[in-house]
Each structure stands twice: as C-alpha cells, then as structure tokens.
C-alpha cells in the first residue's frame, strides 16, 4: 500500500510579444534559459541521464515496444514529439493510430535495435525497456545518444516511470494526474476486499498459452511477475506460491496443474487465439476431469489490442475484472465495460464515440 500512496501536488503563464527584435530576443533568452536550467533524469536502473533541454525528436526503440509506447502515448506530447518507434503489434493490431493522427507519418522501426536506422531519424532521446541495458548501451555510448530505460514491471515501477516520463515532456501535471488515477483505480479494487478472511481467498492460478514449432505449452508466471502480483491483489493466492519456478516464465504439465487442483484458472495468449486454446481444453479428457472444468472457472483474461494482463496500463482494468471474477460478491454493481470505457477516456483520452467503434469491437473476455 505504501507503494500506491503517490503524491498529489506549474502554473504557465504566457505572454505575447510584438514582431520584430523583441521576439527574436525573447526566442534567444529562452534558449539560453533552457541549457542553463538542463534536466537531470535518474531511472530505474539508479543511472542519471543530464538532458539539455526538453527533447523535441524522441524515439522509442527496441522488443516490448507496446508497453513503452502504451505509456508514452499518456501524455498528449507522444503524437508530435515521438518521431519513431518499434513495430507494436501482437497480431492483434494497432492501437496508436487511434491516438495520434499524424502515426501513418511515424517511422516503424524493427523490434531489433539496429543503430544506423536509428541515427538516420536524428533522434535527442531514446527511450529503451531496462531489460535491454546490458546488451545495448555502449552501442548507445559510441554513438552518444541520450538513453531513458524504462521499467514499467509493477505498480512501483509505473509510479517512477510516469514520473520519468512527465519530465521527459515538461509535464509533470500530467503525470501527477496519471499517479493519481493509478491509484484510484488500484484502490477500488483493493478497498471493497480490506477485511477478507484467508479463508475466504481463493486458490487460484494463472496459465500462459504459447507455440513453438507446432507444440503448445502452459506456463505460469514467477511470484515477481506482474500477474501474480494482480492476482493477489484481486484477493485470491496463487497456488503455485511453494514451488521454485525462477525468474521466468515456466513450462508446467497437466499432471501439475490437477495436483494444484486450483479454485480459478485465468486463461492468457499472447499469439494464438484464444478460442483454439479453449478449445484444446474442451477436447482434453484429462481437462475435462479437471474441478475448475467441471465447475466452469476456466477464464480467458480479457484483451483489445493488447492483453489485460501485461504491464501495459490495462493491466489496471485487467486487475479489477480479475477481483471481479474471484469476489463478485464486493463487485455485484460492477460493469465492465463502463470500466473500460471510462479506463480509455482517463488515460488516453479517448471519446465515447471512438471507444464504441475503435475499440469495443476488439475487446474479448467482458461481453
């Protein structure tokens, strides 16, 4: 809780100025001002980066793309001062171009650093996942370009980096405005669920579909892991909390899975439809004995263009379905589609009318 207690705290004032020399002397002093006065940025790896003034070409670049250029795009500077990023599609489609008019005129960077495309934009910052750090940065170095890494793995990390990025684009109002909304939506998840008994907390488990060459496997999500971490927060316990499955994602077969005989499964796929992995299960004799089967506690979290589970903003929303799902008894007037539009029109921004037809029409898992 102390993590998602943010704080709440630039009045700008302007001023016209007749054409001519007052202008172009006014231009000058701010100019002056501004390397005067440069931004020092320390992220998340306990790194500084000193920038000279505000950057006016930004790039972000780089794999998990989405979830960076999710959060830039919180903050209504992303669509003019963003000038390329990575492809963000997870097969799903795009849901930049329903914020930014000018995305078309965007260069599309492979999810793969490559440093000669990068310096051809003529980038003043890059901004990176800080998982990239040891692979990339003396490349970064040689070439002398600013670099922000990102973390944006928790609610934690979410309130740093908002921070980081209000910086980043002079706006701290906003990411003052966004810390808050973190929170309250946070807290009318964790708030209804303050007194719950153990007891009365589910056992539950979260289960990642994937492919690879032809073979599909279930895996579940180390006890770190943003999802684990939802999944507590919604006022269930994970089942797999005893056992030792690293820092990654990790394979598990059925015979596991009806050992741990969980309560709830929350069913994700990145890749594959979600329909062709319910319908793997449904085909399985051994799925079929399974007491989550049998009882109908098998649910595929919920997704638009991106999956309500990541470390994307949504997984905001993610969180309250999750709790609603688990505890609908605290939920009972919960609406989730009004949950998702009003999560839409917060952060991004986004109208009504827009939600209705850009984005509703992908969303599986609430209708």
């Known amino acids: 809780m102390k993590a998602l207690n943010f704080i709440f705290t630039l009045l700008l004032v302007s001023q016209s100025f007749l054409?001519?020399?007052?202008?172009?002397?006014?231009?000058?002093?701010i100019i002056k001002e501004k390397r005067e006065n440069p931004i020092t940025i320390q992220y998340s790896l306990g790194r500084t980066v000193v920038l000279p003034e505000i950057p006016q070409r930004i790039i972000q670049t780089g794999s998990s793309a989405f979830l960076i250029n999710d959060a830039i795009y919180l903050f209504p500077e992303a669509s003019e001062r963003v000038v390329a990023m990575s492809d963000s599609n997870q097969k799903r489609g795009y849901f930049l171009p329903i914020l930014d008019p000018e995305y078309d005129k965007k260069i599309i960077l492979p999810r793969t650093i490559n440093i000669e495309e990068i310096m051809a934009a003529s980038p003043d910052l890059l901004i990176v996942k800080d998982f990239l750090f040891s692979k990339y940065d003396k490349e970064f170095k040689k070439v002398g370009i600013p670099v922000i890494y990102l973390n944006l793995e928790s609610p934690e990390a979410w309130e740093a980096?908002?921070?980081?990025l209000g910086q980043i684009f002079g706006n701290q109002k906003r990411a003052e405005e966004l810390q808050r909304l973190f929170t309250e939506y946070t807290m009318n998840v964790l708030r209804p669920l303050e007194n719950i008994d153990q007891e009365n907390k589910k056992r539950n488990l979260i289960l990642y579909y994937s492919e690879k060459d032809g073979t599909g496997a279930f895996q579940v999500p180390p006890l770190t892991?943003?999802?684990t971490?939802?999944?507590?927060?919604?006022?269930?316990?994970p089942v797999w909390s005893e056992a030792d499955l690293g820092t990654k994602w990790t394979k598990v077969g059925f015979e596991q899975i009806a050992a741990w005989d969980p309560d709830q499964i929350f069913l994700i796929s990145y890749r594959s439809p979600i329909s062709e992995v319910l319908k793997i299960i449904d085909e399985s004799p051994y799925w079929q004995e399974l007491r989550a089967y049998k009882e109908k506690e098998i649910h595929p979290f919920p997704m638009d263009f991106h999956s309500w589970d990541q470390p994307d903003p949504?997984?905001?929303i993610g969180l309250q379905w999750m709790a609603y799902i688990s505890h609908q008894e605290y939920y009972s007037d919960l609406d989730m589609d009004k949950v998702a539009e009003r999560f839409f029109a917060d952060f991004?921004?986004?109208?009504?009318?827009?939600?209705?037809?850009?984005?509703?029409?992908f969303i599986e898992g609430i209708k």
């Open 19 to 29: 054409w001519g020399n007052g202008s172009r002397e006014t231009s000058d002093s």
């Open 348 to 361: 991004y921004n986004i109208s009504e009318e827009d939600y209705r037809s850009k984005i509703y029409p």
């Open 161 to 164: 980096d908002l921070a980081i």
């Open 229 to 237: 971490r939802m999944l507590k927060m919604s006022g269930s316990e």
């Open 225 to 227: 892991y943003i999802q």
């Open 314 to 316: 949504r997984w905001l």
